[in-house]
């Protein structure tokens, strides 16, 4: 599991001793091609990270079905919805491969930065550079920019 | 060198002096009044010169005054300069006829009749011999301005006097003529000191009746000489000019400019050195014969830097800087020297009086910035083919690639090979031409891939298999496919941007000792729009080649990436030693760029390239002007640190 654990970028900051607490609440989840991981609406309680495979991130959109809007990759992580409180998954996630994935469940993350305040800001700042640029890059997305 | 020996021509003998030249087959050209200006118009002798004028100027002001003498070149200079003979307001470039689907291009001749110049003043001579470098010193040649060029003797005049808005002296073109002249006339009381540079100037000389000037006669024209040179009404001091331009984008001044400018383009109109030009196809006899034809244009025009609706220099700012930036300092890069002569007209003739010598002072006194370095100018190798004149070319076929864009395969017309990066103008009749890159090319064929979105590219993404269109180039700069020899090499395309790399792909998937680790990211809008996807699939499977593609907008059915392209960069290495390809639009390439920053990876590693508005694709038309650059000549591959300090400025 640490092994695994080292490939993803959230993670990349920890020393041994933090993986190994980090290991300790994490398990594998295995999905095929067209499985979904999590869906709109449901309850948000754990954090993804992709360890194998391709997710997809999908809004429904009335009279329009499931919209793709990004893709998860190997080392990359989807579900941060589950490190707020009481919080709903705004778009549902799909394998586009067969996938696997390691689950951190958001309550006994929260648990573990409480305890280890060191390991809670690494993990925390990682986890915002991605949202910031999961953002951006979004905007650039948005902008349409191969239409002229 | 010794001075050309002198002699003295009385007063009487210049009526003598025309009459020989017209006699020679000459036709004359002159300065006379027309109304209330000085202008430049085809005479017959002495009569017509402005006898006793001159003119009083002043920032936004011309008038004409008589003198209390008889002076024939008692005046400094009006709106028109020898520009308009030279480089025509409006001429034909080509003709075009078509005949049924077989189209035939024919470069339209110049033909000029012997034409003698009287009244070439030394600033105006430097900027002949300026637009010289613009239009016959290369890379190409503008037959029709060389040959005017040819047919012209030029009888050039020495100022005595200086006008209120002339500055020559601090740019170094007067007040004495530069060489460049037949014969240079300096007028003094009672008559003419005549010099002659050349051998039709010296024959003239003998067949008049003019003996060899006295000392006291050279001494009046130098002293007229000096006592202009220090009596200038206006002076500017250019030590490290264009530099300091470029290290000043930002300056306050270009919006204080801005809010007086009307933008009308005057000043660029009455310039004697610029040299922007439009072109228009003009169709007669219904679209059997057009005439592709020029016309003046200015930067201060909102289509100068228009492309696909997109205006890159949108405010009046960016337009004055434009031409105030290039003038004075991209011009040093471009042509090797300043494109300013010092003669005032675009003070005179600026509705507003905004007075170039006071805006640049402005610059440099108002707590500039650091000037910095510019590109030195290139050596160009000179071209004999007419570059604007396109040759005929069948399509052999046409290949759909999305549901707006095909690949275009046609037949060779030149045996200068394409290079990757390259681009070619493809034209039609009554449509006129755009620069398409070169998406690949074989012995006897060559191909662009185009999406049909302006007229120009749906005219031409309409055509059939058989049907002809006319193409020139190859022209531009290329991939440096060589310098990522034993580098890895990462190609990252965004929408079309992928069109001119794949030719570059092609050449490194074919040789994998030499490039045995390419990475080629792409980015689309969406997957109908992935262009040449088997080939992509193809090189994918090699062991040398990497290809990633992602896509703006999926629906369910598409199972690989989705998201922006700097998505899948930020997954991956990016090698410090790596070579990095980039073309797409703007925005893209501009946060490409970020990251690699980021990464840390050296800007001489990063190519890049840049599209602008063209229309001659020769170093001609000025209206793909970047900064310093062409981009038809010096790019459209740029290094990423030669542009650095342009690339994403807005106005630019
Ligand atoms: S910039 Fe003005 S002063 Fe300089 S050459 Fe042009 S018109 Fe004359
Ligand atoms: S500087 Fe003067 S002449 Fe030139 S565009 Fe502006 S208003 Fe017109
Ligand atoms: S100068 Fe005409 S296109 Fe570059």
Redesign the interface.
């Known amino acids: 599991m640490k092994q695994a654990l080292r490939k993803i970028r959230l993670l990349c900051d920890l020393d041994d001793g933090q993986l190994e607490r980090i290991a300790a609440i994490a398990s594998i989840e295995r999905v095929k091609t067209g499985d979904i991981v999590v869906e709109e609406q449901g309850p948000a309680n754990s954090i993804r990270a992709v360890a194998e495979g391709r997710v997809s991130i999908a809004v429904s959109v009335p009279g329009r079905g499931e919209l793709p809007v990004c893709t998860v990759s190997v080392g990359e992580i989807l579900g941060w919805s589950a490190l707020l409180p009481q919080a709903r998954w705004l778009a549902t996630a799909r394998a586009v491969k067969d996938t696997t994935l390691i689950v951190l469940r958001g309550a006994a993350l929260l648990d573990l930065y409480e305890q280890d305040r060191e390991l809670g800001y690494r993990v925390m700042h990682r986890t915002f550079e991605t949202v910031a640029e999961r953002l951006h890059d979004t905007w650039l997305q948005l902008m349409d920019s191969y239409r002229q | 060198m010794t001075p050309p020996p002198a002699h003295w021509l009385e007063r009487d003998e210049l009526g003598h002096l025309l009459a020989l030249i017209r006699g020679d087959g000459y036709r004359l050209i002159g300065p006379t009044v027309d109304g209330a200006a000085i202008i430049y118009d085809e005479i017959e002798g002495v009569d017509e010169l402005p006898v006793g004028w001159t003119d009083e100027q002043a920032p936004g002001r011309y008038r004409l005054r008589r003198r209390d003498d008889d002076a024939i070149f008692g005046f400094a200079v009006g709106p028109h300069s020898w520009k308009q003979r030279l480089f025509p307001a409006r001429e034909p470039l080509v003709q075009i006829r078509r005949d049924g689907d077989d189209i035939r291009f024919s470069a339209a001749r110049a033909d000029p009749p012997p034409t003698a110049f009287i009244g070439v003043r030394a600033c105006e001579l430097a900027a002949i011999e300026l637009q010289d470098r613009v239009f016959v010193r290369g890379p190409f040649v503008d037959h029709r301005y060389a040959a005017r060029r040819e047919a012209c003797l030029i009888i050039a005049v020495n100022c005595v006097e200086a006008g209120e808005l002339c500055f020559c002296a601090s740019m170094g073109t007067g007040p004495r003529v530069g060489p460049g002249y037949d014969l240079c006339l300096t007028e003094l009381d009672g008559g003419f000191v005549v010099e002659a540079e050349t051998e039709a100037g010296a024959a003239l000389v003998q067949r008049l009746d003019a003996r060899a000037a006295a000392d006291a006669e050279l001494t009046a024209r130098d002293a007229g000489l000096d006592s202009c040179r220090q009596t200038m009404g206006r002076e500017l001091d250019t030590e490290g000019l264009p530099g300091l331009l470029f290290g000043n984008l930002d300056h306050p001044r270009w919006t204080e400019v801005a809010e007086r400018c009307l933008a009308c383009g005057n000043c660029t109109q009455v310039c004697p050195t610029c040299f922007c030009f439009d072109v228009k196809d003009v169709s007669l006899l219904a679209n059997a014969e057009t005439a592709r034809e020029r016309s003046w244009d200015s930067c201060f025009g909102q289509d100068h830097s228009t492309i696909?609706?997109?205006v890159f220099r949108p405010a009046i700012a960016d337009r004055y800087r434009q031409w105030l930036t290039h003038k004075f300092a991209s011009w040093t890069s471009q042509f090797d020297a300043s494109g300013c002569v010092g003669c005032g007209r675009c003070i005179a003739w600026c509705p507003v009086g905004i007075d170039v010598t006071e805006e640049l002072s402005a610059i440099r006194s108002q707590d500039p910035k650091p000037a910095i370095e510019l590109p030195r100018p290139q050596v160009w190798w000179p071209r004999e083919d007419d570059p604007l004149v396109p040759a005929p070319a069948r399509v052999l076929e046409v290949q759909p690639e999305t549901p707006d864009t095909v690949t275009l395969v046609i037949e060779r017309t030149t045996a200068v090979r394409e290079e990757p990066g390259q681009f070619n103008m493809l034209s039609l009749p009554a449509i006129g031409d755009v620069p398409i890159s070169v998406s690949g090319s074989g012995e006897d064929f060559v191909e662009h891939t185009l999406r049909g979105?302006g007229r120009a590219t749906k005219a031409l993404s309409e055509l059939r298999p058989g049907q002809r269109l006319g193409v020139r180039g190859p022209f531009g700069s290329r991939w440096p496919i060589e310098l990522a020899k034993d580098h890895p090499l990462t190609l990252i395309a965004?929408?079309?941007?992928l069109t001119p790399l794949r030719s570059a792909m092609q050449q490194l998937a074919a040789n994998p000792d030499d490039y045995p680790a390419v990475r080629l990211f792409y980015?689309?809008?969406s997957a109908a729009?992935i262009l040449y996807d088997t080939e992509l699939l193809a090189w994918d499977s090699l062991p040398s080649c990497d290809v990633s593609v992602?896509v703006?907008?999926?629906?369910?059915r598409?199972?690989?990436?989705?998201?922006?392209v700097?998505?899948l960069l930020?997954?991956k290495e990016l090698p410090l030693d790596g070579r990095y390809f980039i073309c797409?639009?703007e925005?893209?390439m501009r946060?490409v760029l970020f990251l690699l920053d980021e990464a840390g990876v050296p800007k001489s590693h990063r190519f890049v390239s840049i599209e602008r508005n063209m229309k001659c694709a020769a170093g001609f038309c000025g209206r793909c002007q970047y900064g310093p650059y062409f981009v038809c000549k010096d790019g459209p591959i740029f290094r990423h640190d030669h542009i650095d300090f342009i690339f994403g400025q807005p106005g630019f």
């Open positions: 696909h609706g997109a979105v965004g929408g079309v941007g980015g689309a809008r729009d992602t703006d907008q999926a629906s369910r598409w199972l690989g990436n989705i998201g922006f700097t998505r930020r997954r797409g639009p925005v893209m946060q």
